[in-house]
């Protein structure tokens, strides 16, 4: 049912909304923009990947914390994984940018293409902040609405920046979110303890 809603708001977005959106999103006022630049950078995966791995060596191997290293590797590998399967699907749809549109009215997928131009689907950005989102909030469950609406402004500024479209941001949210899950899964089938810390 949530994969469904996720296809369909994306499908709608694509042959409805991707486009206006966009072009209303390049009018923007300078200031509203200089906000989503500094908002934008919380999309960013290698501080969280670093930060997660140090901390999964630090409980593991110093503290002797098996749960805290374990909700430490969990975040990492979620991130990760959402990572690696953005790249997979930005890399085979070769989707053009809000740019190709804007310079050269292209819009619409070349598929195999590599290069920044070419890998506007799925926004890894959403990607990375729904990750982080919904694996911290399976960890601290009374900072889910936090967690979640800094999420959903972070990937909000990616279309307000004309850097993807909609449709982009919302299937990136959706590898984000699936990623935590199966992992969560995987985590459990293999007995390793995630708790829940309040």
């Given at each position: 049912?949530?994969?469904?809603a ?37 999309g960013?995966?290698?501080g969280?990947?670093?930060a ?15 749960l ?7 975040v ?46 799925p ?20 900072g ?24 982009d ?30």
């Amino acid at each position: 049912m949530i994969l469904e809603a996720f296809l369909l708001v994306t499908l709608i977005g694509y042959f409805l909304l991707d486009i206006p959106i966009a072009l209303w999103c390049r009018k923007l006022d300078r200031s509203v923009l200089d906000i989503a630049e500094i908002v934008t950078t919380l999309g960013k995966s290698t501080g969280y990947l670093i930060a997660t791995f140090l901390l999964f060596l630090f409980f593991r191997f110093f503290r002797k914390e098996k749960l805290y290293a374990n909700q430490s590797l969990f975040v990492f590998v979620s991130i990760a994984c959402s990572g690696i399967v953005v790249d997979i699907i930005k890399w085979v749809a070769g989707r053009y940018r809000p740019v190709m549109l804007f310079d050269q009215g292209l819009y619409g997928f070349s598929f195999f293409k590599a290069g920044y131009e070419w890998n506007s689907f799925p926004s890894g950005h959403a990607a990375t902040v729904f990750s982080l989102a919904f694996a911290l909030s399976l960890l601290f469950p009374k900072g889910r609405y936090y967690f979640i609406t800094a999420a959903i402004v972070a990937a909000a500024s990616r279309v307000l920046l004309t850097s993807h479209f909609l449709s982009d941001v919302v299937i990136g949210a959706y590898v984000g979110i699936a990623s935590v899950y199966l992992l969560k899964y995987v985590f459990e089938r293999k007995s390793v303890m995630l708790g829940k810390s309040g």
